[in-house]
C-alpha cells in the first residue's frame, strides 16, 4: 500500500518535471511558463480523490490492495503511456505544444513520419493511458473507471472535427470545433488523406 503510493508520487513527480523540461528545451524560456507543469484545478482534484479512495480502501477493505500483478499491469500502462507521449514531443520537436494553435507559422509542418505514422494524436493517446495507468497501479477500481471516462470525454471534446450545436431546442447543425477543425484549415487535403489513414489512437475517437 505505501508501495504503491510511493509508485504514484514517483510517477507524478517524472511525468510533470519532463513535460516542463522538455517545453524549456524545445521552447525556450520566454516561451514557458509554470502552465508547462500541466497542473490545473481539476486535474489537481482528480489526482486527490485517487489518493482518498487509495487511503479509504486501504482502510475498510485491505484485500484489494494486495494484487501486485495488477498493479504492476498499472505501472506498465503508466510506462506505456510516457514512452508513446513523449515520442510524439520528440518527434514533433517545436511543432508540439500544450495548447491548440488557431494560427500557422512559418515554420508549421504535418509531421506524418515515426510515431505520428501510428496514431495521430501520441500525445493524447500517451496521456489517455498514462492517466488510467496510474490508477490501475493504485488499485484504484473506482477511480480507474472515473479516469477512463473523464479523460475520452476531454479528448473526445478536444479532438473532435465535427460537434453539434443545437438551436431553439429543435435545429441541430454542424460545427466545426477544436483541433482538427484546426489542422485540416492549416493543412487541407494533406491532413484530410492523413486522418483517413491513421487513427487518433484514442479508443472511438476518430
Known sequence: MIHQ???????????????????????????????????????????AAGVLEHLAESLVVPGIKEHPWMSNAGLALVVAGEMIRKAGILTAWNGFTHDIKTRRHDNHILVTHGIYSFLRHPGYAGFFLWSVGTQVMMLNPLCTIAYAIVTWRFFHSRIAYVASLLLFSFITLPVVSCEEYFLRRFFGSQYEDYARRVPSGIPFIK
Do not use: N, T
Not at 23 to 46: E, N, P, Q
Open 5 to 47: 503510493l510511493a509508485l504514484l508520487v514517483g510517477v507524478l513527480s517524472f511525468f510533470h518535471s519532463s513535460e516542463f523540461a522538455l517545453a524549456l528545451l524545445i521552447h525556450g524560456r520566454h516561451h514557458v511558463s509554470w502552465k508547462s507543469f500541466l497542473f490545473s484545478r481539476d486535474y489537481l482534484v482528480a489526482m
